[in-house]
């Protein structure tokens, strides 16, 4: 059996998050209504996004991929985490865990990108309103677009280039529900301390630095706004706070589990839960809630959706 370079490992068991029969059912319900409500609150947005000419602005062309992208990062993993819940044997190939990881990362790097791409748009509408169709133009929103996703790309291979070839002699049990990078390396038998610390740097510190960059920009656009009219700062406050949100929710897990220093502790699967099911769900619930514009406009496709449905 081979998994790598020098393995006897080909597959490699989930423990997942409980064995009580009854957690397992209440885990699964709860769990499918969080995952198909986020799959169907993001399509909702970017199906809206798309059909609605309104919406046809950077701002919302970012949002949508944001949107996209979510779809991804909550199928990466939810969907085989729901499905190994009844099962006694929640296994994974060494293939299919390393594609896991390589799916995660890349998503997760690319919405980080995204995330920095989103206050600079909004920087611009707030702080130079006159040059905002001039310089967040869809060429540039496309550039940016294809710099994010090839950033994720990047910062995803960097990991799995080291760690695909790592020798697996057992034992070949990851305490998660999915493939967690972390808990994957420390499983190789042979010394891991050096490449833990590139992942420690390339996830963790990449994701506390971009956090606070942020956060920075955000006070930075507020000042900006105060400086030049105190009445717009209410405005404003409203427009970043949906940002804010979402840049906690999606920070938060990442840096906890990248940068604390104890290798497993339970914290780490209920994080690993809230970003992989929760923040999908509630990015959407937090843009359209605070948005007007984009609460209209889906009333106004699902009305259009209905009113055909009634001509069938």
Known sequence: ????????????????????????????????????????????????????????????????????????????????????LFKEGKVISFRGCITQMFFIHITGGTEMVLLIVMALDRYVAICRPLHYLTIMNFRTCISLLVAAWTIGIIHSLIQLVFVVNLPF???????????DLPRFIRLACTDTYRLELMVTANSGLISLGTFFILIISYIFILLTVWQHSSSGLSKALSTLSA???????????CIFVYLWPFPTVPVDKFLAIFYVIITPFLNPAIYTLRN?????????????????????
């Open 1 to 84: 059996m081979r998994g790598g370079n020098h393995s006897v490992v080909s597959e490699f068991v989930l423990v997942g998050l409980t064995s009580s029969l009854e957690m397992q059912l209440v885990l699964f319900l709860v769990f499918s209504v969080f995952y198909i409500a986020g799959i169907l609150g993001n399509l909702l947005i970017v199906l809206t996004v798309i059909s609605d000419s309104h919406l046809h602005s950077p701002m919302y062309f970012l949002l949508a991929n944001l949107s996209f992208i979510d779809m991804w990062v909550s199928s990466s993993a939810a969907p085989k985490m729901m499905s190994d």
């Open 169 to 179: 002699c057992g034992p070949n049990e990851v305490d998660s529900f999915y493939c």
């Open 243 to 253: 940002h804010v949100t979402v840049v906690v929710l999606f920070f938060g897990p």
């Open 292 to 312: 007007k514009e984009m609460k209209v406009a889906m009333r106004r496709l699902l009305s259009e959706i209905l009113s055909f449905r009634k001509l069938f």
